[in-house]
């Protein structure tokens, strides 16, 4: 059974690159405003960031990992495919 396409494979890694990339980014812009001098405890807040930038990443990739499973038990309850016998009377079918 080949529940996983290829174009589930490229979905799948776009969506884990996704979700470490994007809070990464997020993360790295937001820690350039706390810098010494314009905040009272600017490490403190930038090891906030990370905090919060680690969790995002890990919770994005319980998402990804939670819809790869759906897509595996939805194959799995689908089944194999079945040809089921032609409808009596169906175009292109001579009349019984």
Do not use: N, Y
């Not at 706390?34 to 919770?59: C, K, M, N, T």
């Amino acid at each position: 059974m080949a529940w996983f396409t290829p174009r589930l494979r490229r979905l799948a890694l776009w969506a884990v690159v996704a979700g470490v990339a994007l809070p990464w980014l997020v993360g790295e812009a937001a820690k350039g405003f706390f810098q010494p001098g314009l905040h009272p405890d600017p490490h403190r807040s930038q090891l906030l960031i990370d905090f919060i930038v680690a969790g995002a990443q890990l919770f994005s990739l319980s998402m990804v990992l939670t819809w790869l499973i759906g897509c595996w038990v939805t194959a799995v309850m689908q089944g194999p495919r079945q040809d089921a016998d032609a409808f009596p009377g169906a175009p292109g079918e001579p009349p019984p």
